[in-house]
């Protein structure tokens, strides 16, 4: 393994890019660390040039220790937890990680029950669930997705593991023209390109357990995901938190290898590399780099601001005015409308059968009256609105709106960058996933 992983390496000699990658991918080997990501050493050849110029330095050097801070985190996370077939994945939030490596010490049972609450706080795991609706083949998914949710939270575990393992199967399944699912896929085949799934103690190290069979009844408690002997009904006591839990990690970790497989695929088709495009790109980096690190500044110092109804600051909140205008339209079922307060993602996603998916998906649900309840500024560039909806069948709903303020490409960014409040999370049956609360 050392001499192919050699072998491969030595090619970033020919291409300052790093892609480590162009040998077929079945055959592309795991990274030892973070810092092994091509992305990875592509910014660092950036900061190589950023430090030449005197006036970004200082942002150089904050990014640099940023870059070193999440490889220390990959390996402190798997340093602990890999024993227990947990993954790192894109999802987690870093702050999260680090809180609980610190706590934790080493501690590997009590590092894997802070996990577990980080996954059982519902808010927290309605973000790490908002990217999954870029792949169309997970979008279809939802619902099942929410159905696990709702059995996740209220103790359902036995349910929760079942659809969330026939997700899985099904996403990798219909995801590539190879049709087959998560559980005909050997190790090597799920080394994530340029992810930090792609570890050697991450996705491809858990999905071991994931392939392992039992053919003898298994009655004692188990505490991994061996979706064969469950699903197989050879393995009967699975039903516990760590189990169900560890289904959500491994979601996540199999939508992070999709996105990295489109994204080895965008590489690929890529202009060959050039000196000139190489200083444009360093030049938008730098650019970049300042403004990125600013924002950071501000969502560090970011404090949570409630507005509710009665205040100025409620009223003219942007967001606010969002959702009335949203809400008016959906009482007057003008959908066209309702759909140009979309993320540019969902108009990317669906181009011009914007409205059409809007009208469908809505037509469903009439709105009679509703009323807005609170503004939960959270983030600089993110917050929810909570709104009582009255339809016209059913009991009134309680509902969490989730707005994004975004640039044209579909980059959160806050006040003073240019950008507007759009609504992400718009599909009506995760509006009332939750009705009677």
């Not at 390496?9 to 890019?17: H, Q």
């Not at 220790?65 to 790192?88: G, N, T």
């Not at 998914?141 to 899985?168: F, I, N, P």
């Not at 990798?172 to 570890?199: C, K, M, Y």
């Amino acid at each position: 393994m050392v001499e192919k992983t050699d072998r491969i390496w030595s090619r970033r000699a020919e291409n300052p890019w790093g892609n480590v990658c162009a040998l077929p991918y079945d055959r592309c080997v795991s990274y030892q660390s973070a810092s092994d990501l091509p992305s990875f050493r592509q910014a660092e050849q950036a900061l190589n040039w950023l430090r030449m110029v005197p006036s970004q330095r200082a942002e150089a050097k904050a990014l640099k220790q940023r870059m070193q801070r999440l490889e220390a985190l990959v390996e402190a996370f798997y340093d602990l937890l890999s024993d227990k077939h947990w993954i790192f994945h894109d999802h987690l939030s870093l702050t999260v990680v680090e809180t609980i490596l610190a706590e934790a010490g080493q501690n590997a049972d009590r590092a894997e029950t802070m996990l577990i609450d980080h996954y059982r706080d519902s808010d927290q795991l309605t973000a790490m669930l908002l990217p999954l609706r870029k792949l169309p083949a997970m979008r279809r998914r939802l619902q099942l997705v929410e159905k696990a949710r709702e059995d996740y939270t209220v103790g359902r575990y036995y349910a929760c593991v079942h659809v969330l393992l026939s997700v899985m199967d099904g996403f990798v399944n219909e995801f590539e023209t190879v049709r087959r699912g998560l559980h005909a896929r050997q190790p090597e085949e799920v080394h994530a390109w340029d992810s930090v799934v792609g570890h050697h103690r991450g996705l491809a190290h858990a999905h071991k357990t994931f392939l392992k069979g039992r053919t003898a009844t298994h009655e004692e408690p188990v505490y991994e995901l061996y979706r064969n002997g469950i699903v197989h009904g050879s393995i009967l006591n699975y039903d516990n938190v760590v189990v169900a839990t560890k289904a959500w990690n491994r979601l996540f970790a199999v939508t992070d290898w999709a996105f990295a497989r489109e994204k080895e695929q965008h590489h690929r088709a890529a202009p060959p590399f050039s000196w000139s495009a190489f200083a444009g790109q360093v030049k938008d980096f730098a650019g970049f780099a300042v403004e990125q690190g600013k924002i950071n500044r501000i969502n560090e110092r970011w404090t949570l601001r409630e507005y509710l109804p009665g205040s100025d600051s409620f009223d003219s909140h942007p967001a606010r005015q969002g959702s009335e205008r949203l809400l008016t339209w959906w009482v007057r079922r003008n959908y066209g409308s309702m759909s140009d307060l979309l993320t540019h993602d969902a108009h990317a996603r669906h181009g011009k059968a914007i409205r059409s998916e809007v009208r469908r998906t809505y037509e469903d649900y009439p709105l009679t009256e509703f009323d807005i309840l609170a503004v939960a500024h959270d983030m600089p560039a993110a917050c929810t609105v909570t709104a009582r909806l009255h339809r016209a069948s059913g009991p009134p709903a309680t509902v969490s709106l989730r707005w994004v303020r975004e640039d044209a490409n579909s980059h959160p960014k806050p006040e003073p960058w240019p950008g507007e409040w759009r609504l992400c999370t718009w599909e009506p049956w995760h509006l009332f996933a939750h009705e009677g609360n």
